[in-house]
């Protein structure tokens, strides 16, 4: 065996191709991990000159770092390190959200493979696993997004040199998924049975402004201005099992200020009045947080309660299925129905841009009518609208 440099790297003749060319095998040596020396590894077919460029450029990439001795650390042990490494610098809601994803789509397609030996196509190996079981292709981006943040860890921590988790993946196409949203014509009987129940200001405040079930769970009444008719969104509500807490909102622009409908406003201030007198019947043991929505002791109500509610309503009025979560997607499609602009929507929604609006509800416009335009403008937007152009 001849080498250019024992200590660092080597040409080693492997006789002649069928075409009768030289090949050499080019090893640098890129030091070690585990214990065990690591070489990077080249083929040259060509004259002898060919395989010492070849060895040049190898050592030159050691050199520069872009080379690094492999990690024997599988994904799944580097995912669980990740997740436990960046608990305390994101919200819990959104730390269950990622640990989620990953044990359920990513861990298990690749979490038995090497950190090391990680390739895009075996990540995007994890987003065709999750079309083939029908998961929506937002889920599938979400998951892209936090992959790709993961690696980047990786790299940034030494373990890989570049991110195997492409920036631009080759993601399955999405599928057009019909939304779940009360139609126009729907909100009149949706009405007509809500009312009656204890939580219809709650559900009403909801379908009008499109907040997330953490936002309008987590609103107290110093957030609610009832003479002038808006409330201000600051915060969240999250919850871990039996423990729950006051996080931040989203995003920066999940801070908003709302107008309510006349309809709302005294649906609240109703609510208010019932509120004040089951906090004095409970006067032991209520709990003074302000909320506007609570339990009979004063505590945030449970997302699951308001939505087996909901549900209830539904089947009662009987009108399709939808998760809670669908009252924000109905109070967007009905505020364009309404002719509400998509930049107005996508500010009440607390949306980071008016193009994730437009993204998400462009395919109901085109079968939003005319004559829906003024009976939702009437039932449900009509006073709201008239308060914010005397502006």
């Known amino acids: 065996m001849k080498s250019t440099s024992r200590q660092r790297g080597s040409i080693?003749?492997?006789?002649?191709?069928?075409?009768?060319?030289?090949?050499?095998l080019v090893r640098a040596y890129a030091g070690e991990r585990a214990g065990k020396r690591h070489y990077e590894h080249e083929t040259v077919h060509g004259p002898?000159?060919?395989?010492?460029?070849?060895?040049?450029?190898?050592?030159?990439?050691?050199?520069s770092g872009l080379v690094l001795?492999?990690?024997?650390?599988?994904?799944?042990?580097?995912?669980?390190?990740?997740?436990?490494?960046?608990?305390?610098?994101?919200?819990?809601?959104?730390?269950?959200?990622?640990?989620?994803?990953?044990?359920?789509?990513?861990?298990?397609?690749?979490?038995?493979?090497?950190v090391s030996s990680?390739?895009?196509?075996?990540?995007?190996?994890?987003?065709?696993?999750?079309?083939?079981?029908?998961?929506?292709?937002?889920?599938?981006?979400?998951?892209?997004?936090?992959l790709r943040s993961a690696f980047q860890y990786a790299v940034e921590?030494?373990?890989?040199?570049?991110?195997?988790?492409?920036?631009?993946?080759?993601?399955p196409a999405p599928s057009h998924r019909e939304m779940q949203v009360l139609e126009p014509e729907h909100v009149e009987a949706f009405w007509k049975v809500a009312e009656k129940h204890h939580l219809y200001p709650l559900l009403a405040l909801a379908l009008q402004t499109g907040l997330r079930p953490s936002e309008f769970l987590a609103l107290k009444w110093e957030d609610v201005d009832l003479e002038a008719g808006s409330l201000r969104v600051v915060r969240s509500l999250e919850r871990k099992g039996k423990e729950w807490a006051f996080a931040d909102v989203k995003r920066k622009k999940s801070r908003r200020t709302l107008r309510l409908a006349d309809r709302v406003v005294e649906a609240l201030r109703g609510h208010k009045a019932r509120q004040a007198?089951?906090?004095?019947?409970?006067?032991?043991?209520?709990?003074?947080?302000?909320?506007?929505?609570?339990?009979?002791?004063?505590?945030?109500?449970?997302?699951?309660n308001v939505r087996i509610a909901f549900q209830g309503l539904l089947r009662?009025?009987?009108?399709?299925?939808?998760?809670?979560?669908?009252?924000?997607?109905?109070?967007?499609t009905l505020a364009f129905a309404a002719g509400i602009s998509a930049k107005e929507v996508s500010e009440q929604l607390g949306h980071a841009?008016?193009?994730?609006?437009?993204?998400?509800?462009?395919?109901?416009?085109?079968?939003?009518?005319?004559?829906a335009a003024t009976k939702v403008g009437a039932i449900l937007f009509g006073a709201a609208r008239k308060k914010r152009g005397a502006r």
């Open 157 to 171: 921590r030494d373990y890989l040199v570049k991110n195997p988790v492409p920036r631009r993946p080759k993601l």
């Open 118 to 146: 990680l390739r895009p196509i075996d990540v995007e190996a994890v987003y065709n696993a999750m079309a083939d079981r029908k998961l929506s292709h937002r889920t599938i981006q979400y998951t892209h997004v936090v």
């Open 69 to 114: 001795a492999p990690t024997k650390t599988t994904v799944r042990a580097f995912l669980t390190e990740w997740l436990k490494t960046i608990k305390r610098s994101i919200r819990w809601g959104t730390h269950e959200s990622y640990t989620y994803l990953m044990e359920h789509y990513a861990l298990p397609i690749i979490g038995e493979r090497t």
């Open 316 to 332: 009662k009025a009987r009108l399709p299925h939808m998760r809670l979560y669908d009252l924000r997607h109905s109070a967007a």
């Open 48 to 63: 002898k000159r060919e395989a010492k460029a070849a060895l040049v450029a190898l050592l030159h990439k050691v050199d």
């Open 12 to 24: 080693v003749p492997r006789g002649r191709d069928s075409q009768g060319r030289e090949v050499f």
């Open 277 to 304: 007198e089951i906090r004095l019947r409970n006067a032991e043991k209520w709990k003074a947080h302000d909320l506007v929505f609570t339990t009979i002791d004063g505590d945030p109500l449970r997302s699951s």
């Open 353 to 371: 841009g008016v193009s994730i609006t437009l993204d998400t509800y462009t395919h109901v416009l085109p079968n939003m009518r005319e004559d």
